[in-house]
């Protein structure tokens, strides 16, 4: 049963234009979601994340909306950069005993045309 | 200030070897977790340390064992390794206070193992 869903596995978006990326869950004990992107041969690096509190939180050209009620999740990059293209996994955490406990979605790959 | 390091970067076993994965982090961080990742499935949690002294079980735990040496560092043990293992391994460790907004797991770079 997976937990954490991206049903889009790419993605292709102009340079210059908005890049949404959606991820859905299904537990509603999660109490953050965050957002990390990964480049071919390196480890993931954090972007965002958003309590499960919040519906919306802004980072520069990156913006995440959570929408509880439908238990969706979105990323907006704005405006599209070449350096963006990599693949976006969505996770979503429960602290537990001390612990982060991250459920990964199966990631979306980006790509940013010219 | 290296972050997480991981090694080795790649190896190849056969089936029925044993290996150990290493892992250190330099940022004073008390949790320490394993992951694997497969193609076309997003990360999994194979084993966590919540702080020096402790582990448990994440999702995926069978065929593996771990050792939480010290605050820095967390090794991942295959014990008789399976072709069903082959896959890329990441390590990562957080923050046990969590900061609104930068709640993140700073992951390493990988180990890419092959079980034959």
């Known amino acids: 049963d997976q937990q954490v869903k991206q049903n889009s596995p790419s993605l292709s978006v102009q340079e210059g234009r908005i890049s949404i990326l959606n991820c859905d869950y299904t537990?509603?004990?999660?109490?953050?979601f965050l957002w990390y992107k990964k480049y071919p041969a390196e480890g993931p690096t954090f972007l965002i994340s958003?309590?499960?509190?919040?519906d919306k939180n802004e980072d520069g050209r990156f913006t995440v909306f959570l929408n509880k009620s439908a238990k969706h999740l979105s990323l907006h990059i704005v405006p599209s950069q070449p350096g963006d293209s990599a693949v976006y996994f969505c996770?979503?955490?429960?602290?537990?005993?001390?612990?982060?406990?991250?459920?990964f979605g199966q990631g979306t790959r980006l790509t940013i045309n010219p | 200030n290296a972050g997480v390091t991981q090694t080795p970067k790649f190896q190849v076993l056969k089936t029925g070897q044993s290996m150990t994965l290493q892992c250190a982090q330099d940022?004073?961080?008390?949790?320490m977790y394993w992951y694997r990742q497969d193609p076309g499935m997003g990360l999994r949690l194979i084993y966590y340390?919540?702080?020096?002294?402790?582990?448990d079980k994440g999702e995926v735990p069978n065929g593996y064992n771990v050792s939480r040496l010290n605050k820095r560092e967390f090794s991942l043990r295959l014990e008789s390794a399976a072709p069903s293992q082959t896959s890329v391994y990441f390590c990562?460790?957080?923050?046990?206070?969590?900061?609104?907004?930068?709640?993140?797991?700073?992951f390493g770079p990988g180990t890419r193992l092959t079980v034959l």
């Open positions: 990562a460790s957080s923050d046990h206070w969590w900061r609104e907004g930068r709640n993140e797991q700073f």
């Open positions: 537990n509603s004990m999660f109490d953050y």
């Open positions: 958003i309590s499960s509190i919040k």
């Open positions: 996770a979503a955490s429960r602290f537990i005993q001390g612990a982060q406990k991250l459920v």
């Open positions: 940022m004073n961080h008390n949790s």
């Open positions: 340390s919540a702080s020096e002294g402790t582990t």
